[in-house]
Every structure is written in C-alpha cells, then in structure tokens.
C-alpha cells in the first residue's frame, strides 16, 4: 500500500495563498486528491486528479480558488490554494484511489490516506 506524507500546511491571512504537497512512497498510477476536515465537521472532498493530470474535479467550495497538479516522476501531488478565507481552516488530507475524480465525493472512502497537515486561516 502507498504512503502518502503531506507537507506545506500552515498559518496565513485570508486572502493568502499556501501550496500544499503529497509525496507518494511509490508511482501512483491512480486519482490522487485531497480532502479536508475542520473541527466538529464531517470530511469535505476537496479536489481529485487523474494520474494523468487531465481531468480534475473540485469541490464547489474551492473552485476557482484552487488547483491541482501532479508530478508523477516525482510522485508528487500538490494543490495550490489562493483567496484563501477562514472557513479554509482545517486538516487536509491526501488520497489516491482507483475511481476517477467525478466519483470522488464527501462520502468516499480512498483506499490510501495521508496523516494529514493543518492549515490556518486567519482573518
């Protein structure tokens, strides 16, 4: 099974920008993606990308805000997030999972998880 370690978690002002990674311990050839969850709320899917980068997905609360890429030499997942606001606040987790991104939702369930990194948005 892949690991997956995030980094690039932070503090920052609303309307900041942070770029947060995923290195995976192995080439991935799966939908990778990022969810995220905040203090006394349940799992909120984020983004997800094919292992060729061609199709994403995003959730409706960050698009336009964020994007997604991936280095698949470097194994490595990252998603750039701009115009970030308070509501931002919350442990982002990394995943890959075989199912494309438009099946990626708040109720899925990736087989690989990361430990996640925490960012902080303050206003």
């Known amino acids: 099974q892949v690991q997956l370690v995030e980094s690039g978690g932070g503090l920052v002002q609303a309307g900041g920008s942070l770029r947060l990674s995923c290195a995976a311990s192995s080439i991935t050839p799966y939908t990778m993606g990022w969810f995220r969850q905040a203090p006394g709320k349940e799992r909120e899917f984020v983004a997800a990308i094919t292992y060729s980068g061609g199709v994403t997905n995003y959730g409706d609360s960050v698009k336009g805000r964020f994007a997604l890429s991936r280095d698949n030499a470097k194994t490595t997942l990252y998603l750039q997030m701009n115009s970030l606001k308070p509501e931002d606040t919350a442990v982002y987790y990394c995943?890959?999972?075989?199912?494309?991104?438009?099946?990626?939702?708040?109720?899925?369930?990736?087989?690989?998880w990361g430990q996640g990194t925490q960012v902080t948005v303050s206003s």
């Open positions: 995943a890959v999972d075989p199912r494309p991104p438009a099946n990626w939702s708040n109720r899925s369930n990736p087989i690989s």
